[in-house]
């Protein structure tokens, strides 16, 4: 049978999974903003409907908000990742070949399905994670993820579809490639959509007919697999099991500005805590760790600063207390008083890793070895209460409390955690 990926996203994601638990916000626009509460990043369509565009400053849109009965939530990210991993629960019991994309993105692998049975399936699907998670999705099916990406975007776009669009089907492969902008073929960005209009290019259809050749001294090797993809060869397999992480980072915008070196030193001593976390998580250690922390471009008047440093570790660790001596010691490094009256008044920080490998393999020290039969058993304890009991349970003294935390980020408007934590369980009254 021919090669079929299909690709499933959710519609509106983080705003579908603020509906689920909160029937009155059908039909209601509702928009989801970012870290701080600073900008729109997920919107309904009667949002869209309103003018409200993707990274609208807050700030900007609050009125008409407040005008049109626009609800507005805080990112509530721990319970937009668990209603992915339920979707994604669902998608394996119709298939074992899942690519986890993106949070609300999945490629399935559908070749084993006859040709005649995929729209149909796709359409069970979609009903089966509506009847199971309350998420609405949308389905595109192609020869190649390019192709699943494009047929994707014609599922939403055009109703008639019901949510479903085939182009494996070589009518509607025909029909569509001619009738679709190549401005939405995936990989096509403005830089490379001006390249191919002045090649000529108008439809999906066009960009396909073109010589691979020149387009790929315009936009390089990733513009001839576009080619190839939209012809149906596939150059972008299945990634059914992650690839090893490269590198990691925890970063964050303090809820207000920043002058004292205490609370620095303990907001890099929470992220390097959270390192720690995803670290042991997957079984990668690293032996260098970059802090970073800088005032804002956007604080007009105020003196500008940002600095960063790389602290080097005898060998390769996840145990957060030695990330938190690490990040710690990288704000001393860099650490300077103000030269004038005015202070610095930063406004982020953050730890980032890279070169990550897996720990169990990793070479150990000579001299300065770390005591990695002391601090496994303790990390792995400390992992197990806050797995069980909820992040933040236990966490270094050198962090702080997560509810002392003045500096952290802001979310005013966060729905509860419906599915995750007991104290915020939905209450039914009689």
Not at 83 to 100: G, K, L, Q, W
Not at 248 to 270: G, W, Y
Not at 281 to 304: A, C, K
Request: charged content about 25%; overall charge positive.
């Amino acid at each position: 049978m021919s090669r079929a990926i299909a690709l499933i996203d959710g519609n509106s994601f983080y705003c579908s999974c603020e509906r689920v638990f909160d029937p009155k916000l059908a039909r209601v626009p509702v928009i989801v903003l970012s870290n701080n509460d600073g900008c729109a990043i997920a919107r309904t369509a009667e949002a869209k409907a309103l003018g409200i565009k993707m990274g609208d400053p807050f700030f900007k849109i609050r009125e008409q908000c407040r005008r049109e009965g626009v609800r507005v939530f805080s990112s509530n990210y721990t319970l937009y990742g668990d209603m992915s991993a339920r979707t994604n629960a669902v998608y394996r019991d119709f298939t074992p070949r899942v690519e986890i994309y993106s949070i609300d993105e999945s490629f399935l692998d559908l070749s084993d399905v006859h040709p005649d049975l995929r729209v149909e399936l796709a359409r069970d699907l979609r009903a089966t994670v509506r009847a199971w998670t309350g998420i609405p999705t949308c389905v595109g099916i192609g020869a190649t993820k390019t192709l699943a990406k494009l047929a994707n975007h014609i599922a939403k776009t055009i109703p008639e579809l019901g949510g479903v669009c085939d182009l494996t089907d070589p009518v509607a492969y025909d029909h569509w490639l001619c009738c679709t902008s190549a401005s939405e073929v995936w990989g096509v960005g403005r830089a490379s959509l001006a390249k191919i209009t002045a090649m000529g290019v108008d439809s999906v259809a066009d960009l396909r007919d073109l010589d691979p050749r020149p387009v790929r001294k315009a936009m390089t090797v990733v513009g001839e697999r576009i080619i190839h993809e939209l012809r149906g060869v596939s150059c972008l397999p299945l990634e059914l099991v992650p690839a090893q992480r490269k590198g990691c980072a925890v970063t964050r915008s303090f809820s207000r500005r920043v002058e004292d070196r205490a609370t620095v030193e303990q907001a890099v001593a929470a992220h390097a805590t959270r390192l720690g976390e995803k670290l042991r998580r997957e079984g990668l250690g690293t032996d260098q760790l970059t802090v970073f922390y800088h005032t804002s471009t956007h604080d007009r008047g105020d003196p500008m600063r940002s600095v960063s440093t790389t602290v080097t570790l005898p060998e390769a660790t996840n145990d957060s207390l030695v990330l938190i001596q690490a990040a710690q010691l990288g704000v001393a490094r860099t650490w300077r008083e103000a030269p004038g009256d005015r202070p610095w008044r930063y406004s982020k920080a953050g730890v980032i890793t890279t070169d990550l490998m897996p720990l169990a393999a990793s070479p150990r020290a000579l001299i300065g070895r770390l005591d990695r039969e002391r601090s496994g058993p303790l990390m792995a304890a400390m992992d197990a209460c806050n797995s069980r009991f909820g992040r933040g349970t236990v966490v270094p003294a050198r962090a702080g409390l997560t509810e002392k935390r003045t500096w952290s980020t802001k979310f005013e408007m966060r729905s509860p955690r419906y599915t995750t934590q007991v104290a915020e369980l939905p209450t039914a009254h009689a």
